[in-house]
């Protein structure tokens, strides 16, 4: 089951111990954080493989905590620190037509109606009103991810999205 990095999606990582029967906390990338603990089989870096591990796990006040299966005391867990955790595309719900989750954007190049570049996506944001693109090319640019309006077609297949959006923005 464990596969190239490229080919995952990077979910989290390991930030500490909890307690001493083995249990690590985790810092979570997913909305809301505690959906992390869903997605059974993680496949956890350790060195540079990736290892498939099944876990059970909850939200403790307002950390995540998880208990991964062969992780059996502290000295176990503190070894844990730092990894990665990642998870195969296909273990995350399926969407709507014209849904899109952020690791599906993230490296698409980005060029306006008028072909444009405008740069490659090197990240997201939620500002609470709508999700950003962070673009890095001549420059860095902050656009927002409002579709039909701003974003007027996501080619996933070409790598590309193509925004009503003037370079000079």
Known sequence: MPRRQDETICVGHITGAQGIQGWVRVFSNT??????VSY????????DRLQAVKIRGRLQGRNVVAKLDGV???????E?????????PEQLPKLE???FYWSQLIGLEVESLQADALGTIEAMMET??????VL?????????????????????INKRIVVDWQPDY
Not at 72 to 78: F, K, L, S, T
Not at 80 to 88: F, V
Not at 128 to 133: F, Q, W
Not at 137 to 156: H, K, T, Y
């Open 80 to 88: 844990m620190i730092g990894s990665k955790i990642y998870i195969l």
């Open 40 to 47: 059974s089989p993680w496949l956890v870096e350790t060195g």
């Open 31 to 36: 909305s809301p954080r505690e959906n992390i």
């Open 97 to 99: 037509e014209g849904e």
């Open 128 to 133: 609470g009103a709508n999700d950003v693109m």
């Open 136 to 156: 890095k090319g001549d420059r860095e640019r902050l656009i927002p991810f409002v579709m039909d309006e701003v974003v007027r077609e996501v080619d996933l």
């Open 72 to 78: 059996e005391d502290r000295d176990q867990a503190n």
